[in-house]
T-cell receptor, first 116, second 111 residues
Framework: DAGVIQSPRHEVTEMGQEVTLRCKPI?????LFWYRQTMMRGLELLIY????????DSGMPEDRFSAKMPNASFSTLKIQPSEPRDSAVYFC??????????????FGPGTRLTVL | QQQVKQSPQSLIVQKGGISIINCAYE??????FPWYQQFPGKGPALLIA?????SEKKEGRFTISFNKSAKQFSLHIMDSQPGDSATYFC??????????FGAGTTVTVRA
């Protein structure tokens, strides 16, 4: 398996523009997570899905952020409009969600977003 | 408000030495405590994890010690190697999925 795939790997945009980050989880994994990593705030969970349904979006910073999972193999995180403070590395992760197991979250390589 | 406090922020250890990273939590309902390792430019990867029904778990050179009464847990890296140089994150969760991460510890192993 290729692991979790994220695109683009780098994104540079100007303030006010819409940004869409994409993620393909590992096949067969029922849970998908979006994280944001910054020096100031560390690694933060933004939202996670189970079987394509959002379970907890309490980490989404504000209404400018939205996430969708239209099917089991694809998810997007959209920021509209983007602001310089959104600059961060955004990670997608997935896990199978097995009972009585350590549910390791497999992280993708991340998307480094820079908002000018 | 950070639910998991991690220290130190960074540490330097000689090759062959022991690295110790400490974490403390407040929520007694947490029941899953993983440690993730992250190399520059990569996503975090699970290193080792423990549940509160055991006080210690060892996998190779990596050991988690867990103190439920003190609400603390720690990672020990024995015989540290230059390849262990990375950032380590502790985390805690109620349900295996909603992880609260510590701030991270950058470990540098000098040859």
């Amino acid at each position: 398996d290729a692991g979790v795939i994220q695109s683009p790997r780098h994104e540079v945009t100007e303030m006010g523009q819409e940004v869409t980050l994409r993620c393909k989880p590992i096949s067969g994994h029922d849970y998908l997570f979006w994280y944001r990593q910054t020096m100031m705030r560390g690694l933060e969970l933004l939202i996670y899905f189970n079987n394509n349904v959002p379970i907890d979006d309490s980490g989404m910073p504000e209404d400018r952020f939205s996430a969708k999972m239209p099917n089991a193999s694809f998810s997007t995180l959209k920021i509209q409009p983007s602001e310089p403070r959104d600059s961060a590395v955004y990670f997608c992760a997935s896990t199978p969600g097995l009972a009585n197991a350590y549910n390791e979250q497999f992280f993708g390589p991340g998307t480094r977003l820079t908002v000018l | 408000q950070q639910q998991v406090k991690q220290s130190p922020q960074s540490l330097i250890v000689q090759k062959g030495g022991i690295s110790i990273i400490n974490c403390a939590y407040e929520n007694t309902a947490f029941d899953y405590f993983p440690w993730y390792q992250q190399f520059p430019g990569k996503g975090p990867a699970l290193l080792i994890a423990i549940r509160p029904d055991v006080s210690e778990k060892k996998e190779g050179r990596f050991t988690i010690s867990f103190n439920k009464s003190a609400k603390q847990f720690s990672l020990h890296i024995m015989d540290s190697q230059p390849g262990d140089s990375a950032t380590y994150f502790c985390a805690a969760s109620l349900n295996d999925y909603k992880l609260s991460f510590g701030a991270g510890t950058t470990v540098t192993v000098r040859a």
